[in-house]
């Protein structure tokens, strides 16, 4: 009696590990609570069952619900796998993304099972909830996590013929294009199998923020070292810059110097009295006077300096 009480109690544990319904704010919460814990990870960074455990105890103590860890990883790869499906869309011409509404606009000929098929073609053709929230977690992949290592097409062509095995209420409503994010059923394809799991260096999400990470490190050092060089070249051919000549505001008073008839010694020695700081202010008057001025000033310093004598050779005028 006790043997099939304990194998009732790990069946009905099996069951709760294997299928769940989530809510929306569930589902909010727990891709925010991924995308806050590998803010700032390196890109070495990878996944454990460790998050998971503790993801879901956050859960349940937000929203007094039971989810186990087991539930809460198989949740987080469903989107996984959704973003695989979003980005292959999003490469392949003529599917045009409508960014109000997070939709694919994609021809109706597309949901044939050869091509992708029901459950895809409807998740993709009506507003991705959460759109934002996957992005920000699964558009790099910076983050390395090898039990999410998943074969994209072996994936997609599980999670199609799991479709199929769903409760009737979860089938309706992928019928209807609803997001059928919040229905997890006991084979879900994210489980993966022990073929997929574990291939290496696959790498895993990471959300897109201001910090820096290696990557946009490496494109930032690129794009200023090209700056660098193409700046280098631009000076190189550049016409080289002819240095300006320094101006000397006296020139023209030297050169009225120069242009007496006095003997080289005595324009030198007017040119050495004149270019004493204390003379600043004479040494411009001079430089604007006229010549009549300037020639009187210059015999009035030699008969000065020779005590009046006459000394016909220091008229400028000779």
């Known amino acids: 009696m006790g043997e099939q009480k304990e194998g009732a109690k790990r069946e009905v544990a099996r069951s709760r590990d294997n299928y769940m319904s989530w809510s929306d704010d569930c589902t909010k919460y727990m891709l925010e609570w991924y995308i806050e814990k590998q803010r700032d990870k390196p890109p070495t960074f990878k996944w454990k069952a460790q998050h998971h455990l503790q993801c879901a105890n956050d859960l349940n103590d937000k ?81 390395a996590d090898g039990s999410l290592a998943i074969d994209v097409n072996n994936a997609s062509e599980n999670v199609e013929s799991d479709g199929s095995s769903e409760t009737s209420s979860h089938t309706s409503t992928a019928e209807q294009g609803l997001s059928d994010s919040d229905m997890i059923a006991p084979n879900s394809p994210a489980e993966g199998t022990s073929s997929n799991l574990k291939r290496k260096h696959v790498k895993a999400p990471h959300k897109k923020k201001p910090k820096v990470k290696a990557r946009r490190a490496r494109v930032l050092d690129d794009d200023v070292a090209a700056s660098i060089v193409s700046l280098a070249e631009t000076v190189k051919s550049a016409a080289p810059i002819q240095p300006i000549a320094a101006t000397d505001p006296n020139a023209n008073l030297w050169k009225h110097i120069e242009s007496l008839t006095l003997p080289a010694n005595e324009k030198i020695e007017l040119a050495t009295y004149l270019a004493k700081p204390e003379q600043e202010v004479f040494r411009g008057f001079l430089n604007c006077a006229s010549d009549q001025t300037f020639n009187a000033w210059v015999l009035d310093y030699f008969a000065h300096k020779y005590d009046g004598k006459d000394r016909a050779t220091a008229d400028p005028s000779i």
């Open 63 to 143: 929203f007094g619900i039971t989810a186990t860890a087991k539930q809460v990883d198989r949740h987080f790869r469903s989107f996984k796998e959704k973003w695989k499906w979003i980005k292959l869309a999003k490469g392949r011409s003529g599917y045009g993304f409508d960014k109000v509404l997070n939709k694919f606009n994609i021809d109706k000929s597309e949901k044939s099972p050869s091509k992708l098929g029901k459950i895809k073609f409807n998740y993709l053709t009506h507003s991705i909830k959460f759109y934002h929230l996957l992005e920000e977690l699964f558009s790099d992949s910076s983050h």
